[in-house]
Nanobody
């Protein structure tokens, strides 16, 4: 399974960005897919994931500001990020779990700065 992210970049505090991730390869209908992030000197942390059932799971620091959604196909997820803060600056990694295995994208940089 290969994961390709897009949509990162530089945004001012209070702004918005939308990340996309598309999976290719052997795709199963039962899965969990979403985003983690890692800032310099910090551990990788959960941003948001969504299961094949459509049930989302959010990290505490992004609840109420970020929204995860799926595309019509089972291989795409989106992350709408609103009210961005400087502390949201990190590399955002797409993640997919299926059939007992975890897969990661290469990451996309999100920088929140004035």
């Amino acid at each position: 399974v290969q994961l390709v992210e897009s949509g990162g970049g530089l945004v001012q505090p209070g702004g918005s960005l939308r990340l996309s991730c598309a999976a290719s390869g052997t795709i199963y209908s039962i899965f969990d897919m979403g985003w983690f992030r890692q800032a310099p000197g910090k551990q990788r942390e959960l941003v948001a994931t969504i299961a094949n059932t459509g049930i989302p799971n959010y990290g505490a620091s992004v609840k109420g500001r970020f929204t995860i959604s799926r595309g019509n196909a089972e291989n795409t997820v989106f992350l709408q990020m609103n009210s961005l803060r400087p502390e949201d600056t990190a590399v955002y990694y797409c993640y997919r779990s299926q059939s007992g295995r975890d897969y990661w994208g290469q990451g996309t940089q999100v920088t929140v700065s004035s």
